[in-house]
Structures are given as structure tokens and as C-alpha cells.
């Protein structure tokens, strides 16, 4: 193995590395809510307001953060976001006061941001021939975050141990994995223009960043909403809809959530040996809108099972990651400018869905359903006509 490869995965080992803690402190506010109520002098109303600043610190610096990545370099941005993880983490160990919080929270989501737009476009940089696999397995260590927090909550709250030295821990998490990045020498960012071998160009023509461009970024509302529904209301349908038990609702959510983690290595191997990313943004949305449909005639107990097998396989296994690979495909120069506006995007369906699927589903709670069936739909049509314009201005055979 070269010394190129071996820098390459150092650095993607790293990244993939960095998730695991971001999943964790997208989280851990209301994982240690007894102790920060406590500190804090407030309740889970005000607890909810300090980690609402993730949400505000996520999206309003996600695009400055793509362009500035662009600009700057993709390592900068990546310690940058570390770094915005480490003043959270340090900083909440000390902090009494619940607006400083709030603003703590905030540096949680620039942490976001700024990790995102260097690491998302490091990944395809360092492996321009398996960008979809790489950006897809993200997921993988996203999951890994989630799950393994609660375990931990759980040791420090039966052995009473004092929740900071969690936050130390990650905090040295962190300071060991800039180590372990500092020595390391990023691609140039223009890697990917080449084809998978970088020896040949593979655009026919010039895409038009003003269409598809568009289209991709609003992809990225899309297929976030399309997962973000059946999240959040799919107990709600089942207890409503069947009249399904509290607790067997709530199971629903770990099918999905296992087959969302299955999904990710096999979209991985997929993208890997047999479709090409630009063929997934479309076969996935697809399947999606066929579960929904099927599910939105057929509302019973076993159907809950299916749809929340089937959406976490279609919808969660990793097509917004492989929707900005298309894009980074099609505006390599732009590779952080792409991750900043369709994460941005992204993140803002996390603020409308909840404002517009409650009113639907307090008429019937089937709507729900309905609502994701054409927002699925939308993605399906979207990616048809990237696809379209793919073909047209690039050489599938080179990438």
C-alpha cells in the first residue's frame, strides 16, 4: 500500500472518528438532563431551550462554513469544528448560567457546520473513485455515537459518578484524534474534477449550477423530510391509526433505526461495485414512495413493521449523503459551497416538517403518511431530471 493510500485512510479514519463525538453532543444535553437541571437551576422546558442553540448555530453558519472551506481548505474547517466541540464540552462543565448555555449550545452547532463542510468534501477528495461508499458510511459512525451514549449515561448514573468526567473524556477524545489528524496532508481540493484514476476529465459539457444545481440542494430538504416524518410520527400512526400499544409503537423506531444501520454497508457495497450514486438518488426515493403508498391503503399492526423496516432501508441508509456526492460530482470546485446550501437545506426540515405534518395529522393522522408519499415523490422527479442532466454533461463511464 502506497503512502498516498495510507495518508488518505489516516485522514478518513479520522473523520469518520469525528462523527461518533458529533452524533454524541447533538445528544448529550438531553442524555444528562438530571445533572444540567440541576446545574443549571432550571427545568427540562429551560433544557430544551439551551439545546434549541444547536439548531441555530447549525444552520445559520452551514453555508458560510462551505464557502469558507472552498476558500481556506478542508483540514482548517475540520479542526475548527473539533475545536467548537471541545469549548462545548469544557465549557458546560463549568457553566451555571442558562444563556451562556444556549450559547454553548450554539458552538455545538458550528461544531456541525464547520465538520461537515471540511469532512464531507475531504472524503471525496481523498477517495474521488468510491466517493458514494465513503460518504455513505458517515451514517455508520453517526449510529455508532447514538448508541453508545446512552450505555454510557447509564454506567455513570448507576455508579453515581460525576457526569463532567464523561464530558472530559470526550473532550480527550477529541485532543487525541487532532493528533492523530495534525501531521496528515489533505488532497488539493480540485482532486475530484478527474475521473476515478485522475487522469481524465469527465465532463462533456458545463452543468448549470442555477438548475441543477437548485434542484439538488432543494433534494436536500426532500430526502430529510422524507425520514424525518416517519420518525417522528410513525408511533403516533401506529397508536392512532391501530390502536398499537404505547410500547410496541415506540419498538417500531428501533426496526427502523436497524434497518436504517443494515442499509447503510449495503448502499455502501452497492455504490461500491454496481450503481454509481446517480442511479441511488433515484431508485431510493422510489422504493420510499412505493412503502408509503402501500402503507398509506394498508394501515395495520404488520404493516407499521414493514413500513418501519422498509423507510429506514430506503430513506435513512444514506441517500442525502449520496445526493451531495452527485453534486460534488457535478460542481467539484464547489465542493464545500455544495455541502453548505444542501445541508442548510437539510436542516431546515428539521424547523418546517414539524410546523406543517401536526396540522395534517390532527384531521387524520393517515396524512402523515400522505404528505411523506409526496414529499418522496418530489425526490424521485428531482433526482429524474439531475439524472437527465447528468448524462448530458458527464461521462458516467469516467467517474
Not at 119 to 143: H, Q, R
Not at 288 to 295: D, E, Q
Not at 363 to 387: N, P, T
Request: charge should be positive; glycine fraction near 8%.
Amino acid at each position: 500500500m502506497d503512502t498516498l493510500k495510507i495518508n488518505s485512510y489516516g485522514i478518513v479514519g479520522s473523520i469518520y472518528a469525528n462523527y461518533i463525538i458529533q452524533s454524541i453532543a447533538l445528544i448529550v444535553i438531553m442524555q444528562f438532563s438530571i445533572d444540567l437541571t440541576k446545574q443549571l437551576n432550571t427545568d427540562l422546558i429551560g433544557l430544551g431551550y439551551v439545546a434549541s442553540g444547536i439548531g441555530i448555530g447549525k444552520i445559520f453558519l452551514m453555508f458560510v462554513g462551505g464557502i469558507l472551506s472552498d476558500k481556506f481548505g478542508r483540514k482548517l474547517f475540520i479542526f475548527l469544528g473539533m475545536a467548537c466541540y471541545a469549548v462545548f464540552f469544557i465549557g458546560m462543565i463549568f457553566c451555571t448560567n442558562i444563556h451562556l448555555a444556549f450559547c454553548l449550545a450554539i458552538a455545538v452547532g458550528a461544531g456541525n457546520s464547520f465538520l461537515d463542510t471540511g469532512s464531507m468534501p475531504a472524503l471525496t477528495e481523498c477517495f474521488p473513485s468510491s466517493a458514494g461508499s465513503a460518504s455513505v458510511l458517515i451514517k455508520a459512525f453517526i449510529s455508532i455515537g447514538t448508541l453508545v451514549l446512552p450505555f454510557i449515561v447509564t454506567f455513570f448514573d448507576t455508579n453515581q459518578i460525576w457526569y463532567g468526567w464523561a464530558f472530559l473524556g470526550f473532550t480527550a477524545y477529541l485532543v487525541i484524534n487532532g493528533i492523530l489528524l495534525l501531521p496528515k496532508k489533505f488532497p488539493h481540493k480540485d482532486t475530484s474534477i478527474k475521473g476515478g484514476q485522475g487522469s481524465e476529465n469527465y465532463f462533456k459539457s458545463h452543468p448549470k449550477f442555477a438548475f441543477e444545481g437548485i434542484l439538488l440542494i432543494i433534494m436536500g430538504f426532500t430526502t430529510t423530510a422524507t425520514f424525518v416524518i416517519i420518525l417522528q410520527w410513525l408511533p403516533t400512526i401506529a397508536t392512532e391509526g391501530v390502536n398499537m400499544s404505547d410500547l410496541d409503537a415506540k419498538q417500531l423506531i428501533s426496526y427502523y433505526s436497524t434497518a436504517s444501520i443494515i442499509s447503510v454497508f449495503v448502499t455502501a457495497f452497492v455504490v461500491k461495485h454496481f450503481l454509481k450514486p446517480i442511479f441511488c438518488i433515484i431508485i431510493l426515493p422510489a422504493l420510499s414512495a412505493i412503502v408509503l403508498i402501500i402503507f398509506y391503503f394498508n394501515i395495520s399492526p404488520v404493516m407499521c413493521v414493514i413500513a418501519a423496516i422498509g423507510m429506514g432501508f430506503t430513506a435513512a441508509g444514506g441517500v442525502l449523503q449520496l445526493t451531495l456526492v452527485v453534486m460534488q460530482q457535478m460542481f467539484p470546485s464547489r465542493k464545500g459551497l455544495a455541502v453548505g446550501c444542501m445541508y442548510t437545506f437539510s436542516g431546515l426540515s428539521f424547523v418546517v416538517i414539524p410546523l406543517i405534518v401536526p396540522k395534517l395529522a390532527m384531521i387524520d393522522v393517515s396524512y402523515a403518511i400522505l404528505i411523506d408519499f409526496f414529499i418522496a415523490s418530489l425526490s424521485l422527479i428531482l433526482g429524474s431530471i439531475v439524472f437527465y442532466r447528468f448524462k448530458n454533461v458527464i461521462d458516467i463511464t469516467k467517474i
